[in-house]
């Protein structure tokens, strides 16, 4: 149980292009999905706190229109990297909280985005 | 501010031996803190968690520890198996469901 996904695995993009990323818990229901970046040998750094029905919440430094979240229902949430440079190229990694039953996140694969 | 801190990056344990993973935070607003596994170009997998209400808490071959006077938490993972090897993460909230992630430390158990 607790199986999140991420689709997709790797993307290589354009610079300046927009690239989606979708995060589904597939066997629990979740109010709350987390998205985080991850660089190279560094530590996982929550970007925002996406909630279903409403708007993310933003951790300080990340700019929410370049990184679109949407939480559409309580089993998937999207980040779009709009107008993507090199400099976003990173693992992106999401995670859910389950609804009930638990306070522990269940993280997805993770997706690697390269901009050229 | 690096509040949850793993000072080890790498950790060699030989095959059958103990691991033991250490972390320190300095917020004593945690409340609720969590070891994770980590391969490369993986989302990390959950392992073990543990509340500030308890000072133990074991699972198979993983136990993790808490120390709140001296906010330190260790991972001990007893014997270690060459499965075992991965990057392992520790990370802790204080009630917002937020996680602080430390740097990892990556383990390798020698066969």
């Known amino acids: 149980g607790a199986v999140v996904s991420q689709h997709p695995s790797w993307v290589i993009c354009k610079s300046g292009t927009s690239v989606k990323i979708e995060c589904r818990s597939l066997d629990f229901q979740a109010t709350t999905m987390f998205w985080y970046r991850q660089f190279p040998k560094q530590s996982l750094m929550l970007m925002a706190t996406s909630n279903e029905g409403s708007k993310a919440t933003y951790e300080q430094g990340v700019e929410k229109d370049k990184f679109l979240i949407n939480h559409a229902s309580l089993t998937l949430s999207t980040l779009t990297v709009t107008s993507a440079h090199p400099e976003d190229s990173s693992f992106y990694i999401c995670s859910a909280l389950p609804l009930v039953g638990t306070d522990t996140q269940y993280f997805g694969p993770g997706t690697r985005l390269t901009v050229l | 501010d690096q509040q949850v801190k793993q000072n080890s990056p790498s950790l060699s344990v030989q095959e059958g031996r103990i691991s033991i993973l250490n972390c320190d935070y300095t917020?004593?607003?945690?409340?609720?803190f969590l070891w994770y596994k980590k391969y490369p170009a993986e989302g990390p997998t959950f392992l073990i968690s543990i509340s500030s209400i308890k000072d133990k808490n074991e699972d198979g071959r993983f136990t993790v520890f808490l120390n709140k006077s001296a906010k330190h938490l260790s991972l001990h993972i007893v014997p270690s198996q060459p499965g075992d090897s991965a990057v392992y993460f520790c990370a802790a909230s204080s009630g917002t469901y937020k996680y602080i992630f430390g740097t990892g430390t990556r383990l390798k158990v020698l066969a």
């Open positions: 917020n004593s607003m945690f409340d609720y």
